[in-house]
């Protein structure tokens, strides 16, 4: 049985991996990486999975999650930039614990953008030698417009009608390295 960190747990790619790793009949011990446990546990309840206290911001967190671990499934918070301070010690702490593979959301076309985390942190994985996968999204861009009605009761314009418009799909482009 191999143990899969999931860091992001509670939120959009983290939630959407441990629902399909439940479906599927695999041999994985899930863990959910959690900066607040005992807040967010709730939002995993339903699940066959084991929660962590995971927090990026606190580097005391990272061996306890990761010393069961094989796989780091690895998202960025949007809000965390700082590599040098919370990225690079958490790929050491991922050496030192031997954690087998990596996997890390990025984005599209990162290697032409160096000053992006993405780009850094990539650059750190590939440097650890750690086996990784990067997934690559493009950009989702909603455009919601809102279109004026007449009320014919009132006249009085009624905005109750959006169109999403989407510019871009989401795409995967995995980079897988095997060393």
């Known amino acids: 049985m191999k143990n899969i960190l999931i860091t992001g747990a509670t939120v959009n790619a983290g939630m959407a991996l441990i629902k399909a790793l439940v479906k ?25 999975l084991k ?14 999650s990761l010393e069961r671990c094989d796989i780091l499934f690895l998202v960025r918070p949007p809000q965390i930039s700082k590599v040098t301070k919370i990225f690079k010690p958490l790929i050491e702490t991922a050496i ?24 850094k942190i990539e ?20 455009i919601q417009i809102p279109i004026m009605f007449l009320n014919s009761a009132s006249s009085l314009p009624t905005f109750y009608l959006f169109f999403s418009i989407i510019i871009l799909f989401m795409t995967f482009l995995p980079t897988v390295r095997n060393n």
């Open 24 to 48: 599927l009949n695999n041999d994985f011990k899930i863990y959910a990486g959690i900066r607040n446990v005992e807040k967010n546990k709730h939002l995993l309840s339903g699940f066959q």
């Open 51 to 64: 929660t962590t206290h995971f927090d990026f911001n606190d580097t005391a967190t990272f061996k306890p």
């Open 96 to 119: 030192q614990c031997a954690v087998k593979h990596l996997v890390f959301i990025s984005v599209q076309g990162v290697e032409k953008s160096k000053i992006i985390p993405q780009y």
């Open 123 to 142: 650059k750190l994985i590939v440097e650890s030698n750690i086996h990784y996968t990067f997934l690559a999204f493009a950009l989702i861009i909603w």
